[in-house]
């Protein structure tokens, strides 16, 4: 496997946390709240809810004793469910203020469950090992190369399921990316790379240490402005 710190995947991340943690805090801040948005942000808003409903469906229904790591937890929304289902969660995200959001957002409800929410990357190696990992929309920001090798480094430390979100390419996300990307200019994000399905497939197919892993389920969430694809990928 190429090492991911030595590539792309490093520089891109540097303008992903600027991004989320001081670019668009307050517009993050109101998406992933039930405040009044605008059409634009609603339709993301929609979208991300029924992302983050589907991965939820394709986990156990019963966590208990399982470690969970939710990569890119942003507010801590599909966290919160996990725990609920009685998974410790490891909740990471680039951004120190969406994780701050998380910690005073999080309920008294989480059942018999854990959330440690914490900021760093995902790669961390000193976060341990996991039976299952979620990455919603997290890695949508990084070229197919970094995305497998992503995978291929989540991978040595996940016993059971890979769940993850893709932009797909298609002529409609690729139009409203010329268009102006996903928000108003004041708060755009770095860009979004569009992922070609199957030459996704076959880029994992090709990566080692995947020779024990397969593509499973797959589902296109589309909302308006919001379009994303969740794969799972699970050990044979």
Known sequence: MAAVTDSSYTQRRASIETYFDRTAVEAWKRLTSDAPVGRIRATVRAGRDEMRRTLLGWLPANLRGK??????CGTGMLAVEAARRGAHVTAVDLSPTLIQLARERLPHDIGQGHIDFLAGDMLDASLGHFDHVVAMDSLIHYRTRDVVDVLGALAQRTGGSILFTFAPRTPLL??????GQLFPHGNRSPAIEPVAEQALARAIGEQPGFDRWQCGRTARIARGFYISQALELARR
């Open 174 to 179: 690729a139009a409203m990316h010329a268009a």
């Open 67 to 72: 470690r969970l790591l939710d990569a890119g």
